[in-house]
């Protein structure tokens, strides 16, 4: 598996903070290019805004998804402009000459080294796929709402059909990391195709940005327990909306959203669950299998995978000691070097401090195994949850998911459920798909971005025809 052209990318995105100066007028507006940086272009969107009082300077990453990251430490001198991304494990400094509304210089971060070039102008991001487009006017009633998990703050958007309530509902339950109330990646939105689809079909909708999204705070703070509140503080939400039925609330939770289900219908009653490539093994079995898939995926050796599981395994296996986590560190930190021994001429001229890239990706990669969510994941055993799940459920597989396969979570989840007795449950898994439920070629998450961004055939219809199944009974 060679990563090393990644990491930068994932920096990026992992942890901002807010400006603190101001900008000038003149840089008012959308800027749009890219980074070049070994031999990729990451495209880019920098908005510069001085109005409503403070000024705010965000940055868009079209193709990761995310929007409006903030920037900080915004300088303009003569024809010189400075900004900076504060992402996770080192800042990601921009120093650029502005000529003719065109920003061009250099982009370092974390040892590397590479150019980016924006112009001032209208930017949008990449055209989304006829099925992410909303109609205009909407069928349905759209409404923003905002809400407290004890003293945590939630925003979301609650999707209400027309016509006479009150309605099922469904709250959408996220994956892991730190996502907005679309899922969004890559520019794909599956949360608001499959909110659009659920509520012309009758069912409201639910979905609520994680908690600490677009805010200070650690990546991998909180763990499932914690998003599982979150859930339940948005139940308590909907039972307050007239244009709701109380006893038809639901639950869909996509990858570890399938964990976080059964944890929040151990504390509050649902009317059903839909489980997205939810897993159903302990999550160190989880991501053994992931490396494996995915190195396998990606075009690796048997003996290639084989050397990265027993890396894993021995990583696992030292954590929780002082002397495991320095050993730990030191195994991180000769596989960095060893990255870079693999980079292509134009991947290495790009490091141009080989010591502070080793440093910032071992910080990065150490970071993330001392995460509360890491290790909470790692030792969770979702079966004791599934077995108490009481409510019907449609648990979801893609065929070429390598991240949560089926052939490991299903026939666990399976057992599950009759364990505890549910034998309400229907299982599918979808030909072709990834872990996205789009048509994939390896199911790999590198050829995401690649993909069309259109759910497989049925897909929608499969959801909507069994919950509307489920709630019909004893309608009002």
């Avoid at 990451?42 to 000024?55: C, D, E, N, T, Y």
């Avoid at 303009?76 to 000529?99: I, Q, R, T, Y």
């Avoid at 195994?369 to 459920?393: G, I, K, M, T």
């Amino acid at each position: 598996m060679r990563k090393s052209c990644v990491w930068v990318v994932f920096f990026l995105v992992v942890f901002v903070l807010p400006g603190e100066q101001s900008t000038q007028a003149e840089l008012a507006g959308s800027w749009a290019g890219a980074i070049s940086i070994m031999g990729q272009e990451l495209k880019i969107i920098v908005h510069f805004a001085a109005s409503g009082g403070a000024p705010k300077w965000t940055i868009d990453i079209p193709q990761q998804g995310a929007t409006g990251l903030p920037l900080s430490n915004m300088k303009w001198e003569g024809d010189k402009v400075h900004f900076e991304l504060n992402a996770g494990p080192g800042v990601a400094v921009f120093d650029g000459v502005l000529s003719q509304e065109t920003i061009r210089g250099d982009f370092v971060q974390a040892g590397i080294k590479a150019t980016f070039s924006i112009t001032k102008g209208v930017a949008k991001l990449p055209e989304e796929s006829a099925k992410q487009k909303k109609e205009e006017p909407l069928p349905y009633l759209e409404e923003e709402v905002s809400l407290a998990s004890g003293e945590i703050p939630l925003a979301g958007t609650l999707t209400i059909p027309e016509g006479k309530g009150p309605f099922p509902a469904v709250i959408m339950i996220t994956g892991s990391g730190t996502q907005n109330r679309d899922e969004e990646i890559f520019g794909f939105k599956p949360f608001r195709i499959i909110a659009d689809h659920l509520t012309r079909k009758g069912i409201a909708v639910l979905r609520c940005d994680d908690r600490g999204f677009g805010s200070q705070g650690a990546p991998g703070r909180y763990t499932s327990v914690d998003f599982a509140s979150d859930v339940i503080a948005q139940a308590n939400y909907l039972r307050g909306r007239k244009e709701i039925r109380q006893d038809k609330i639901g639950l869909f939770g996509h990858s570890e959203g399938g964990i976080i289900a059964p944890l929040a219908s151990q504390k509050t009653p649902f009317a059903f669950m839909v489980l997205m490539a939810g897993t159903a093994v302990k999550g160190e079995e989880v991501l053994l299998e992931q490396v494996a898939l995915i190195a396998r995926a990606d075009g690796a050796s048997e003996a290639e995978i084989g050397e990265a599981l027993a890396s894993q395994k021995k990583v696992y296996s030292l954590m929780g000691s002082p002397a495991g986590e320095k050993e730990i560190e030191k195994m991180v930190a000769d596989e960095v070097r060893k990255s870079l021994d693999k980079m292509t001429p134009e991947q290495k001229q790009a490091v141009s401090d080989p010591d502070a890239y080793v440093k910032n990706v071992t910080a990065a990669q150490i970071a993330t195994f001392n995460s509360p969510w890491f290790r909470y994941f790692l030792a969770h055993d979702p079966a004791p949850a599934l077995e108490a799940v009481p409510c019907p459920v449609l648990a979801l597989f893609g065929e070429k998911d390598v991240q949560v396969s089926a052939k490991q979570n299903l026939p666990a989840m399976e057992k599950a459920f009759q364990k505890g007795g549910n034998k309400d449950v229907t299982f599918k898994v979808f030909p072709q798909a990834n872990h996205l439920f789009l048509k994939a070629k390896t199911g790999s998450p590198s050829e995401y971005a690649s993909l069309e961004k259109v759910f497989v055939p049925d897909f929608l219809d499969t959801i909507s025809s069994w919950i509307l199944e489920k709630t019909k009974s004893n309608e009002k």
